[in-house]
Structures are given as structure tokens and as C-alpha cells.
């Protein structure tokens, strides 16, 4: 089945649950430099990471100053670090080397906003995933973006543009962006992503999960490869 990244995790229940239901990633938003409900400290997110077994991998949704980054890492070490905020060409590309030093790899977000463009020094999305591919991070991930909401938006992208940065990357590339159980599976079939990342499209409120949407969800992807 598609790799799936469940993310804004903040509790053990949902953690077990996530876990039982077929994730491959696990995503808690630490230290996030912008109000978003999902926000963990370092002790909180500690105590969660401690919770997920292997192989689940678990991914910290962070952004802000190199210095501020490197710390969470060191507190937390994750098995990746999601730069998800405005950091510069520049900043990625020393991150990923130090986190690679950590043995932590690095995912670099590229957000898309209503005009089709990147959050990014570099707004044109390909160009963007052509310069990130000179980088030392792992993977990139396609999401959406309005001023309201830096995350858990709830919007899906125009997945010409995810198709123009897939192509563009020789490195994988997940979708996020308004997946929820009623349209992953075509998404999916249109888009073919490394993987997916749902965060708000399987929750009851912001912070808890919805068992059952979480299932559907989860059942949907393994229908898209029928």
C-alpha cells in the first residue's frame, strides 16, 4: 500500500490507534513559528515520540531559525525533520547537512498558494524542486497554503503543479493538501505520490483523531492500488 504520513499527532491514543491502522510516518508539530492547533513543545513531543515503534518512522513538523531547528533535533531526534515555514535555499541546504550529521533526514515543504506559487524565495514550483534537489534533503512535499492557515488547511493543490514537481525531482516527492477518506483514492490514482500526508481530513477537532475516518481513509488507499 501507499506510504501514509498521519500528522498532528498529540496524544497516545491516536498514536497506537495510527499505528495499528497501517501508517508509515507519524507527524507532531513542534516549536511551529505561527499559531496552529497542533502545536507541541519539545517536552510534550518527547514524551509522544517515545510512544511510536519501529519501523514507523516519526517526521517533526517544525520551521523558524537554523539554531531553533538543530535544538528540536537534538531534544527530540526524529527520524525526520519537516522544515514547513519560510526558511531560505540557503538555511535548507545547511540544514540538511547538519541533520544528516544527526542521522535525521530533512523534508522541505513547498507550499502553493492560490496564485500557483511557492511560499518560497524561488516562487515557481519547478524551479524550486530543481534547486531543493541540489540539497542534501531527503524528500520534498507538496502542500497547500493560505495566509489563514499555515497548515491543516483543508485545501487540496492543483495537482498539475504536484505533477510538475514530481517531475522536476529526482527526489520522492508526498502530496498533502485537503485528503480526507472521500477523495484520496482518486487523487491517488491521478497523481501517483511517493506518499500522502493527511493531517485535518481524518480528525474529529483539531488535536483528536476520528477512528472511523481514519480507517476509511486508510481503506481508500489500499482500494487506489486495486
Same mark, same amino acid.
Given at each position: 500500500m501507499m506510504a501514509v504520513k498521519i500528522c498532528g499527532l498529540m496524544n497516545g491514543e491516536d498514536i497506537e490507534f495510527c499505528v495499528r491502522a497501517g501508517a508509515r510516518y507519524l507527524g507532531f508539530v513542534v516549536d511551529y513559528p505561527a499559531a496552529v492547533p497542533w502545536n507541541l513543545n519539545r517536552m510534550e513531543a518527547l514524551q509522544l515520540i517515545k510512544q511510536v515503534p519501529p519501523p514507523v518512522k516519526t517526521v517533526v513538523v517544525t520551521g523558524g531559525e537554523i539554531g531553533k531547528i538543530l535544538a528540536v533535533a537534538e531534544a527530540l531526534k526524529p527520524d525526520m525533520i519537516q522544515l514547513h515555514h519560510e526558511e531560505t535555499l540557503a538555511q535548507v541546504e545547511e540544514l540538511a547537512v547538519r541533520l544528516n550529521h544527526m542521522g535525521i533526514r530533512a523534508i522541505k515543504a513547498l507550499r502553493i498558494g492560490m496564485d500557483g506559487k511557492c511560499l518560497f524565495e524561488i516562487p515557481d514550483p519547478a524551479a524550486a524542486a530543481r534547486a531543493l534537489n541540489e540539497t542534501l534533503v531527503s524528500a520534498l512535499l507538496v502542500d497547500a497554503h493560505r495566509a489563514s492557515m499555515p497548515g491543516g488547511t483543508g485545501i487540496t493543490v492543483d495537482l498539475s503543479i504536484f505533477k510538475t514537481v514530481q517531475k522536476e525531482?529526482? $527526489? @520522492?516527492?508526498? $502530496?498533502?493538501?485537503?485528503?480526507? @477518506?472521500?477523495?484520496?483514492?482518486s487523487?491517488?490514482?491521478?497523481?501517483? @505520490?511517493?506518499?500522502?500526508?493527511? $493531517?485535518?481530513?481524518?480528525?474529529?477537532?483539531?488535536?483528536?483523531?476520528?477512528? =472511523?475516518?481514519?480507517? =476509511?481513509?486508510m481503506q481508500s488507499v489500499a482500494d487506489s492500488t486495486d
Open positions: 525531482s529526482e $527526489l @520522492p516527492v508526498f $502530496l498533502a493538501g485537503g485528503l480526507k @477518506p472521500a477523495n484520496v483514492r487523487i491517488i490514482r491521478k497523481a501517483n @505520490p511517493y506518499a500522502i500526508d493527511v $493531517l485535518s481530513g481524518v480528525e474529529a477537532r483539531p488535536g483528536k483523531k476520528d477512528f =472511523q475516518k481514519v480507517r =476509511q481513509f
